[in-house]
Every structure is written in structure tokens, then in C-alpha cells.
Nanobody, 128 residues
Framework: QVQLVESGGGLVQAGGSLRLSCAAS????????MGWFRQAPGKEREFVAA????????IYTDSVKGRFTISRDNAKNTGYLLMNSLQPEDTAVYYC?????????????????????WGQGTQVTVSS
């Protein structure tokens, strides 16, 4: 079993930056592909970014390309989402997700149902 705990959310002005962290329990972090999703009020949860178990591959939804960077530190059992140039439309609860990947270290899961584990979410609010 893997537990994920997000942190780093908060209130920021448009144009500002935040770095979200996702701390994972257990000793299997290097076997996990990691992803970030977000859910705005009244909207469905949507994919934001993912990083492969190998760390070699990343993918982003179009609206955050060039502004957000996903990364991981296997030594710290932690994943990150650096968010720059934040806009009010980025306001949402951000969720960290993980999927156990036993083969194909470059696999990038992107669907909600692709992931095995979820964090509790952290609120990001961007004021205009």
C-alpha cells in the first residue's frame, strides 16, 4: 500500500509561482509513475502532468505546457509540481496520484482510472 500526502498549495497572485510536493510512504517509490490532476469547482477532475517511473519521460496537458514542470526525487520519496506564471484559471484542488509500474519504466499514465493511489488534495487559489 502507498500513501500520498500533498503539500505546498496556497493563495498566490496571478503571475506568481507555487511548488507542490507529494510525499509517498513505503519503499516502492521508484516503482511508481507519478501524476498530478486538478479539480476546479463544478468541474471534473482533469489530468495536469505525469512523470514516468524512470523519470526520463514527462507529459503535460496543453494548458500548462511551458509553465508547469513535474519532477521527482526518488531518494526523498517525493514528487513535485512547479507551477509558474499561474493564472486564475489554474485555481483548483490539486491531487497527486501514483501507479505501480513493474515493466516499461517509461510508461506515462494519463487517465483517472490508470492510477492506483491518490492523495487527499491541496488547494491552489490564484487571484487576479
Amino acid at each position: 500500500q502507498v500513501q500520498l500526502v500533498e503539500s505546498g498549495g496556497g493563495l498566490v497572485q496571478a503571475g506568481g509561482s507555487l511548488r507542490l510536493s507529494c510525499a509517498a510512504s513505503g519503499r516502492t517509490f521508484s516503482s511508481l509513475a507519478m501524476g498530478w490532476f486538478r479539480q476546479a469547482p463544478g468541474k471534473e477532475r482533469e489530468f495536469v502532468a505525469a512523470i514516468s517511473r524512470s523519470s526520463w519521460n514527462t507529459i503535460y496537458t496543453d494548458s500548462v505546457k511551458g509553465r508547469f514542470t513535474i519532477s521527482r526525487d526518488n531518494a526523498k520519496n517525493t514528487g513535485y509540481l512547479l507551477m509558474n506564471s499561474l493564472q486564475p484559471e489554474d485555481t483548483a484542488v490539486y491531487y497527486c496520484a501514483a501507479k505501480m509500474v513493474r515493466a516499461n519504466g517509461n510508461y506515462l499514465p494519463r487517465g483517472l482510472n490508470d492510477y492506483d493511489y491518490w492523495g487527499q488534495g491541496t488547494q491552489v487559489t490564484v487571484s487576479s
